[in-house]
């Protein structure tokens, strides 16, 4: 019997949230150039040099970072950062999910506890079945196999252990794969950016701007940065996540073994009342 589904929705406003901070996150001018242009407003030069440098007049404004980094990034980096965003609310989803509580339910193993102290076994088996967790299903697969004796239950247990563990990796999975494409898709885009400089120094017949080639320079530096910017903490939490499954699935095992073992000799004693009749 595989473990119930549960409906996993990450809230739509969150993610929208998480967008606007990752955006605002590179929200900032340069300020070297805006300090330059306050000072040249506050300190205007003479009539005489502005006649002979008509030239510094014509300056280029300054462009505003946030904008060169979507201009540059393209396609490829608007990619990533959806991936970004998917990537972090995954991982505060599993934050949420995998843990102790959600895993192992103090309040059903008190119940079963109670259960137990009063021989309520058809009650144990509905508690623990009605209950979602992982917890609550090893426990109701032990109790059917305690039909067909001790060892039977604790094997029923053990395979339905493998199928939660396998269940709580797959949530973890994307991790994994966020961790290795995020290198990848920064290649890609540093092979664009290096094949658009050399197609400029290659096809230029007079004499080719620095701006045009330092532009594909810059799509292939910054779309390898945000890359690896991503694959990091992909591959950090992917190993945060994998230990706590590992020792969630055990604690899990151990827990339903132990109560499986002390219903199946709670159900061979016999009452005290009979014991002293």
Request: glycine fraction near 6%.
């Amino acid at each position: 019997m595989l473990t119930q589904a549960r409906q996993r929705q990450f809230p739509v406003w969150l993610m929208l949230v998480l967008l606007v901070v990752s955006m605002s996150t590179f929200t900032f001018s340069q300020p070297t150039a805006v300090r330059a242009q306050a000072e040249e407003a506050a300190n205007p030069a003479p009539v005489g040099d502005a006649a002979k440098k008509p030239a510094a007049a014509a300056a280029p404004q300054p462009k505003n970072f946030l904008w060169w980094i979507i201009v540059t990034s393209g396609p490829i980096g608007a990619f990533l950062l959806a991936i970004s965003i998917y990537f972090i609310a995954t991982v505060m989803q599993l934050f949420m999910e995998l843990r102790a509580p959600l895993v192992l339910p103090p309040e059903l193993i008190e119940e079963c506890e109670k259960l137990l102290a009063k021989r309520d076994f058809n009650a144990i088996y509905k508690v623990a079945k009605e209950n979602t967790s992982e917890l609550g299903q090893l426990i109701a697969i032990g109790m059917v196999g305690l039909s067909s004796g001790l060892s039977d239950a604790r094997e029923a247990i053990d395979r339905q252990g493998e199928v939660m563990t396998v269940d709580m990796e797959r949530r973890i999975s994307m991790l994994a794969v966020i961790g290795t494409l995020g290198p990848l898709i920064g290649l890609l885009g540093t092979l664009k950016g290096m094949i658009g400089s050399f197609s400029v120094i290659a096809l230029s017949d007079a004499q080719m701007k620095a701006s045009e080639v330092a532009g594909g320079i810059s799509e292939a530096l910054l779309l390898t940065f945000e890359g690896v910017i991503l694959s990091v903490p992909a591959i950090y939490f992917f190993a945060v996540f994998k230990n706590r499954v590992s020792s969630l699935s055990v604690q899990a095992l151990n827990t339903a073994d132990e109560f499986i073992r002390r219903l199946h000799a709670a159900a061979h004693k016999k009452p005290a009342a009979e014991a002293a009749s």
